[in-house]
Structure formats: structure tokens, C-alpha cells
């Protein structure tokens, strides 16, 4: 199957093309792109890295262009996600995939953390906007942005919505939207909020799931590494270095802990830096542009990165802890493997974490070989 055989314009084939990660459609592609195209309610089960931003990005532009020119430059399209740097990453997807058309798309991204001002400036005209719920509500305050005119609402990585408890300001955002628009539900997993939600807000649904395929065709070969905990940092450091790896992106279970493993990696002579919540803004979006051109090997991380940082062609994942659940394992490790491009990830594995590992192992239905590091030498590191 190709793109051009899901109905899209000549001028969005164009911006395709010239993806690197888009060869073809991949599945979730496939089945959402046609049915948003006509219309269709849609609740879509996925893990972050099956393509899911394009998949509905893609439909929503042309959707958009669509529009007689007297209905243009009004909010049609309004995708909520969790965090500050989705929000960031669906709007760069936005205005990559709209390159050719003619008029183009006028998107923009809205989230906290930053001054508001200048987005209140950029939300003239503004057709399709990526936002987080409370700074959304923020700008529909002020008058900024209304949302009467919105036709279609995207609720992406909805699971993690609730998590991130932002059920009020959900409620707060639906009242306000037309009761006739086009609803398109994205969940990595189907919890029973996200039931409830898409009850109460999805018509007729065509239901998509993607199942997860961890390590699909070997893309992500997966390195169990046994070491008593004072070593932990010695043997990242050892692993980084021996291995001569370009690019890491380490997990922590604390952003304590981040900024500590982060710390000995730039005194050992590894350039590095930490990513977390407790950064500000501008700082997290500085170290992550960074590591995305190559200019750091390490980026040291809490779970704030798991899901929604798409860092294309990442070669290395390190759990530096064992993440709270197999669910959490699964979008960790999903960070590399990507775009038909192979990766490792690798888990440091101390004695006490052996029983949790258990049970992240039964989720993958899988054991996987485990290389002791006993005997090797991390003096030097």
C-alpha cells in the first residue's frame, strides 16, 4: 500500500516524500488516514512510535485546506496532549507535513511553562492548534481563542490526560466545544477512564488497535546487564565509552537521580545533560534540541520523556532503574527501534530488581539472557 493510495493531495504526497521515516504507510496510517478523511469517529489503540501523530495530522490538513476561503483562518482542528513537549513535537509534524500547501495550514502549539503573550499573538487566524488543557483554558479566558468554530478535536496519548489528572480541565474544554464535530481518540492503553471518555464522546466509532510488537524484525535488540548497584554508574559510563555510542537516552526513576548520573557522566568527559519537570522550560527545550543535533551523547531522563519525544533514529535506550510498570518498560525501550531503524536497549539490572524484572519479562512474553558483570573491570570508569 502506498500514501497515494489513501487519497491524499498531491501537495501532502510531496511533504512525505521527503520524510525520511516515511517509506510507507504504516499500519495505523493505513486504517486512520481514510477514516478521518470521511469523516468518521475513531478510537485508536497505540504505542507511541507506530506513526499515530502523521495519522491523523495528515487527514486534518487536508481536511482544513478543504474549506471554502471564506471559512478559512478559523480554528477547525484542536489536539490536546499532556505535555509541553508534545505539544511542540505535533505542531513541527504539522508544519512539515503542510510544506506544500497553498494556502498553508496556519497551526500553532499552546503550553505552560512560557510566557503567554506571544502565544496569544500567534493564535490569529490560527486554523489547527496543538494545546495542553490548562493553557488552553488560560487563552479562552483572555479571549484569545474560541472554540466554537472547532470541527474536529483530537485527544491524544489520552491515557496519560488522566493520569496527569486533567480531568476538570477536560470537562472545562468539552462544554465549550460544538456538540456536532468529528471526535479521534488516541490511547496507548484502554484504561477505564478512557472507556468512560470515549462513551460519552465518540458516535459510531471505528475502533483501531495496533498491537505492540516489541523488537518487530529484530529492530530493538534488547541487553540485560546484572550489576551490583555501586557499579551501576561505572558500567554506564564503561558502556558508553568501550562502545564508542553516539547518542543515549538514559532513564531515571527521580529527577534527583538524574541530575546525579548526569553529573559523573560530565566529570568522566561525556557530555550530558538532564531532563525532567523540575527544569524550566526553556532549559528542558535547549537540552533536548541538543541532543537531537548531536551535540550530547547523553540525555539523562525521568519518565517525563517515555512517551510523546520522538527522537528519530535514536541507536541507544539504558534503563538506569526499572521503570514503575511494563507499560512504562514498553515506551522506554519504544524511544529507539523507530522508523524501520535498528536500535538497542539496555537495563541495568541490580539483584533486588530481579522480581519486578520478572514481571515486566511475563508482560513481554519473553525471557530475556541476562550478562553478568562481576568480573569486569570498571576502575578505570
Known sequence: MSFASLGLRSELLSAIAEQ???????????????????????????????????SFILPLLQLIQGHPPAERRRLKALILV??????????????????????????????GGVAINPQMIQLKGIELLVATPGRLLELVAKN???????????????DRLY????????????????????NLLFSATLSAEVERLA????????????????????????????????????????LVKSGDWKQVLVFTSSQRRADNVTKK?????????????GMSQGARTAALAAFKAGELRVLVATDLAARGIDIQFLPHVVNY????????????IGRTGRAESAGVAVTLLCPEDLPHFKVIEKRLGQ??????TAELDLSAY
Open 367 to 372: 525471557r530475556l539472557a541476562h550478562i553478568d
Open 265 to 277: 557522566l560530565i566529570d568522566n568527559g561525556i557530555s550530558a545533560a538532564t531532563f525532567h519537570s
Open 144 to 158: 484569545s481563542v474560541r472554540l466554537s468554530t472547532v470541527a474536529t478535536l483530537v485527544l491524544d496519548e489520552a
Open 20 to 54: 525520511r521515516q516515511f517509506k510507507r504507510p504504516y499500519p495505523i496510517q493505513s486504517k486512520v488516514i481514510p477514516a478521518v478523511l470521511r469523516g468518521k469517529d475513531l478510537l485508536a489503540l497505540a504505542k507511541t512510535g507506530s506513526g499515530k501523530t502523521a
Open 321 to 332: 532503574e526499572l521503570p514503575r510498570s511494563p507499560v512504562d518498560y514498553l515506551h522506554r
Open 82 to 111: 499532556p505535555t509541553r513537549e508534545l505539544a511542540a513535537q505535533v505542531e513541527e509534524v504539522a508544519r512539515q507535513l503542510g510544506c506544500h500547501l497553498n494556502p498553508r495550514v496556519k497551526s500553532g502549539a499552546v503550553f
Open 199 to 238: 462513551a460519552s464522546q465518540l458516535t459510531d466509532p471505528l475502533r483501531v488497535e495496533i498491537k505492540e510488537e516489541v523488537a518487530e524484525a529484530g529492530l530493538i535488540t534488547q541487553q540485560i546487564y546484572t550489576v551490583d548497584p555501586s557499579r551501576k554508574g561505572p558500567l554506564l559510563r564503561f
Open 163 to 182: 493520569q496527569q489528572d486533567f480531568q476538570d480541565e477536560l470537562q472545562q474544554i468539552l462544554a465549550l466545544l460544538p456538540a456536532k464535530r468529528q
